[in-house]
């Protein structure tokens, strides 16, 4: 690689061919080849491996990254399946209570705006896994239960983009315009964006109550397997799959990160918005830490923020709440595929010409 005055990586032609062919197979093979499905987590973590491989970013410090990195998460989804074995059946009374009140579609367009607007001070790992739990309880057949999540993802990761402890995110962002002339605060994205996110989260929780594949009652082979979700092999196996889900992407998004940067180097904001649905697949704290400098401004950042949390629902990879919902609900990559990208591409159509006329 050699570097441009712009400091910007030029790869070389045989590096941008395969790391372009590796961004087609991460998205086609796993909607398309059974086996592949089955194994997202090591099919993600060979696919980074190459990709670092590739570009020669292999480094100690990027092997400490790897393994550090999911660490956190990893021990959250743990302890919140511990704690979720002990009290679900209080979570079960709870919500059938909730039910018989209010209705199942209340409820379900409750849990989609609750969490949502919740998630950037509860966390997004802690709110996903409120939601694997919470939609398990409700008399929803399997298609129905998997719009529930991915409606309640698309929320959650909105949401948790307005603080600096919701997400990665969030973070990079407060961190980069921390300075002239943005002087970024703790509320500075909630106040840039908190409207937008309100405003789609209500159409998202809208979404949610119109679900129409319910079941008149659980079947017995449903409460059971439940039942075994709770259990201790369960809940490890569950972790290890998400530790990982997650040091794939690490290393997926470093490995990328060189054409990342010599593709976003020559693009303007308005197409920036549609090349952001990379974040479905690729860390979109990776982009944002490439497209967002302190010299950006409120119209531009407003645009390239909508489109990468947006995005990031549409795949299973694009969000940390995605992996962990998939994994505790077995969704797979296609299930998600046929109600996420739609979604999402219809918010992103939607956003773009609502920020046009507001910005």
């Not at 298609?143 to 909105?158: A, D, E, N, P, Q």
């Not at 509320?187 to 405003?199: K, N, P, R």
């Not at 990031?312 to 296609?334: Q, R, Y």
Request: charged letters at 15%; hydrophobic letters at 55%; proline letters at 3%.
């Amino acid at each position: 690689m050699k570097v441009t005055l712009g400091g910007v990586m030029e790869l070389p032609l045989y590096q941008t061919v395969l790391l372009s062919a590796l961004i087609l197979l991460v998205l086609v093979l796993p909607l398309s080849v059974h086996k592949v499905e089955e194994n997202l987590e090591a099919f993600l973590f060979v696919c980074g491996a190459f990709a670092v491989t590739v570009t020669r970013l292999w480094s100690w410090h990027l092997v400490q990254t790897a393994l550090v990195d999911p660490i956190e998460i990893t021990l959250a989804v743990f302890v919140a399946g511990l704690l979720f074995k002990k009290f679900h059946k209080a979570l079960q009374s709870l919500t059938q209570k909730a039910a018989r009140k209010i209705g199942l579609r209340s409820v379900m367009a409750g849990t989609v705006l609750l969490l949502g607007m919740t998630s950037s001070v509860i966390t997004a790992i802690i709110a996903a896994l409120i939601l694997a739990e919470v939609v398990v309880l409700l008399p929803l057949k399997r298609k129905g239960r998997v719009k529930l999540v991915v409606y309640s993802c698309f929320s959650i990761g909105l949401g948790a983009v307005l603080t600096s402890i919701g997400e990665p995110l969030g973070t990079i962002v407060l961190s980069k315009l921390k300075g002239a002339p943005h002087f970024a605060d703790f509320w500075f994205l909630l106040e840039h964006l908190g409207w937008y996110v309100l405003i789609f989260n209500i159409l998202l929780a809208f979404l949610a109550s119109r679900i129409k594949d319910i079941e008149k009652e659980a079947v017995p082979e449903e409460k059971q397997e439940n039942a075994d979700e709770h259990s201790l092999k369960s809940i490890t196996l569950r972790a290890g799959k998400v530790y990982l889900f997650v040091m794939a992407l690490v290393l997926l998004g470093d490995g990328l990160k060189p054409l990342a940067e010599q593709t976003i180097s020559r693009l303007s904001a308005n197409a920036l918005y549609y090349i952001n649905m990379l974040s479905a697949i690729l860390d979109n704290a990776t982009l944002a830490a490439i497209e967002i400098t302190p010299e950006i401004s409120t119209r531009d950042l407003t645009f390239l923020l909508m489109s990468l949390i947006v995005s990031g629902g549409m795949l299973i990879p694009g969000n940390i709440p995605n992996i962990i919902c998939a994994s505790k609900l077995k969704i797979t990559s296609k299930e998600w595929a046929l109600i996420g990208v739609p979604c999402g591409a219809v918010l992103l159509v939607v956003v773009f010409a609502m920020l046009h006329i507001v910005l």
